[in-house]
């Protein structure tokens, strides 16, 4: 089933196979029908009038011939000479997760993805360690062949992404200069297939459930523990006369026995004539499991790619998405191990919130159903390329892309928090912030590819422009009343009320060249060397100059080792 069959005719509709693997198409006498399957070996049948094929495709054993994604291009991957992991679409949706990154947790040797419980919360990733005390360890996110200046990659559902590679090392990451030093993670999103006109569905479920919860004294074993301690502190017994009441679990009230994660996507994708196109959207939601946590958001993805001849191509990727994250901060789970007694009730026999002072005023359940902290984001990443054929070998290749990002946080404690119930205040306090980024880069990329006898080579050239701004306002104040939140500024305490807003840019222009050479597929080379001028480097060095040389052997591919049925390729 779904096994594509194109002929060889492009002005010819290809089909793809029922569930008995059965299909049936029109073509003239001596056309060439070429059969496809993701993980299969690609077979060409050359038909004859009136005939009926039964066509057996073989299991693709040996995938070392896999073209990856490289910087500002492709390679085989038998090709490369610098240490790059890739992984493809199913291993990124085995994971119910907003962020694909996440989904690489354990997938790739020298990668650690830490996660955080916090709904919509990107992930942390460090390839190969952490490269920087002082600055960011962070990884350069490039999708599409648009480097990206925000990567938090919440923005791209996993389900639309074809492959993404990992560069770990310098022969591989020189390609992108000085922003490369910590590594490169290139994320490829999916086309239109080839020949054939899709509509998929998906909708996954999952529960997450609190497990591991801290080991704490409770019980008798508290009452033993508590009442010398307070003596030793020069205090009194806490319990002069024993205690026999019920005990409580803090960390079970205030954190759920389970929230559940919904994920839901549409794509529309296929090719009609020379255009390849692909649709897709997406809604994801997210529990915490704390009340006040979750994450939402809803995407809109589309891929278009046409062919107008045989020397010129265009194509456009766009991505929308928009999203809300409520947000609750670590501070009250961790105030649990501080002030919550385990003789202490979260209520009162009247069902109010319990106000308990060990130090300092506590009730977490009253400060959660207090507080509102959310975000709302919208996202937009555009990419536009233009590609000229001058001959079998030679190429030029323009690529333009917008990235921009709006966000808005809104901050409310109202009066009913702990602290407030326990003093009577009617005081509560507010906060805005907006904050704007944008993003624009321009890509020329000259590509010459050859070979010849036992000879293959490749050279690429690129002319790279791209500018960052960024900008934000806040304000915050105390207000007199709950009643208009934190929306109205002008009924807050004139003496409380703090503004706060900065605006920066940075801009980045790079010269790169990058030539590859293979011999008989045994020994490799890769040298690349890039040029970056830069504004934020210092005053007296606006420009840098990073080269990389790469070189392996494919002893695989020597005569003592070709056919040896153990090793397969050894580089």
Known sequence: IGVSVVPSDSQKQGVITNTEGQYDVVVKGGTTLKFSYIGMKTKYV??????????????????????????????????????????????????????????????STGVAVFTNNQPGEAPTMRIRGSASINSSSDPLYVVDGFALTDGNMNNIHPADIESIEILKEASATAIYGSRGANGVVMITTKKGSQGKHNINVHANMGIKLRSRLIETISGQDFIDYIQPAKVAQGGVKPFPNGYDGPFYDWQKEVIKSSAMTQDYGLTLDGMSGETRYMFSAGYYDQEGLMESQGFEKFSLHSNLDHRFNKWFSIGANMQLTTSRQNIQTDPITNDIFRYGWPTDAPYTEDGSYNIIQHGEVF??????????????????????????????????????????????????????????????????????????????????????????????????????????????????????????????????????LKTESDIYSNRLISWTARGTYAYKDRYLLTATIRFDGSSRFGKDSKWGTFPSVGIAWRASEEPFLRDNKIITDLK
């Open 363 to 496: 009730n977490p359940l009253a400060d959660i159903a207090a507080t509102t902290d959310r975000v709302k984001s919208t996202r937009f990443i555009g990419n536009f390329y233009a590609q000229v054929d001058f001959t079998k070998h030679f190429n030029y290749k323009l690529n333009i892309g917008y990235d921009t990002k709006n966000s808005n946080q809104y901050r409310f404690l109202s009066s009913q928090t702990a602290k407030g119930l326990q003093s009577g205040s009617k005081n509560s306090s507010g906060m805005h912030k907006w904050a704007n980024f944008e993003s624009r880069l321009m890509d020329n990329i000259f590509t010459y590819q050859n070979q010849w006898g036992d000879h293959r080579m490749s050279l690429t050239g690129v002319y790279s422009w791209q500018d960052y701004k960024y900008k934000y306002s806040q304000m915050s104040g105390i207000f007199s009343n709950d009643d208009l939140g934190a929306h109205d500024f002008s009924g807050a305490d004139p003496t409380s």
């Open 46 to 107: 050359t038909v004859k009038p009136g005939a009926n094929y039964d066509v057996v495709l073989e299991e693709e054993a040996d995938m070392i011939d896999e073209v990856v994604v490289v910087g500002y291009g492709t390679m085989k991957k038998s090709d490369l000479t610098g240490a790059t992991n890739s992984l493809r679409n199913e291993a990124i949706t085995s994971v119910l997760a907003s962020n694909p990154i996440e989904a690489l947790q354990g997938k």
